[in-house]
């Protein structure tokens, strides 16, 4: 009865260590497939990648959408972690035009992917993703308090018209740092504060 009792456990202790394995190398597959252009997100790919059946893949995370849930908030919580560490060391001015570059630099390396995100319940993602917006809004409010850029248009205008041109640059084909440098320094000039005219 006690050797059966060992075994049991033993056994058990297998098959924890196994699951860890496999949702590690399911994680491992799925990032990888994040970062490759042309990637197709399917459990399928990802067991392939992963050396796994598409089963243990399943079961390793209980479904597509909370694998890539983890795989993307990986990518993702470095990203986040870097806006507010610049929050920290430098102006809310000069973190933003350093954040924007690293930002776009981050999208076009993974904006293939995120076409196919669209309608999966990714909780991690969304926390990440608002949490990425709050300190971007963060950067440009103390820009606009500290007198950096422009205060005549509305915040909210403001953000987005940051957000949307890092998207748009970042999807540029082919991809060119020269393009979006160009891109940046347009739109960087245009937020500056227009100099009043002596009277």
Do not use: W
Not at 42 to 59: D, H, Q
Not at 148 to 160: E, F, G, M, S
Not at 161 to 183: F, G, M, V
Request: net charge negative.
């Amino acid at each position: 009865m006690e050797g059966a009792f060992q075994l049991s456990t033993r056994a058990g202790t297998g098959s924890r260590a196994d699951a860890v394995r496999n949702r590690q190398l399911a994680l491992d597959a799925a990032m990888a497939l994040l970062a490759a252009p042309d990637a197709t997100l399917t459990v399928e790919a990802i067991a392939r990648k992963a050396n796994l059946g598409a089963a243990t893949v399943v079961r390793a995370f209980g479904g597509k959408d909370a694998l890539l849930d983890a795989a993307v908030s990986r990518l993702l919580a470095p990203v986040v972690n870097r806006a507010r560490d610049l929050l920290a060391q430098t102006t809310p001015h000069e973190a933003l035009c350093t954040f924007l570059r690293e930002l776009i630099a981050f999208q076009a390396a993974h904006h293939g992917i995120s076409d196919q995100l669209g309608g999966l319940d990714l909780p991690s993602t969304a926390a990440l993703s608002a949490d990425l917006v709050a300190a971007v809004e963060e950067m440009i409010d103390g820009a606009r308090h500290d007198g950096a850029i422009r205060t005549d248009l509305d915040p909210a205008i403001v953000t987005t018209l940051i957000t949307e041109t890092a998207h748009a640059i970042a999807r540029a084909k082919p991809p060119s740092q020269n393009l979006a440098d160009a891109y940046l320094s347009v739109l960087l000039d245009g937020l500056r504060p227009t100099p009043r005219l002596r009277t």
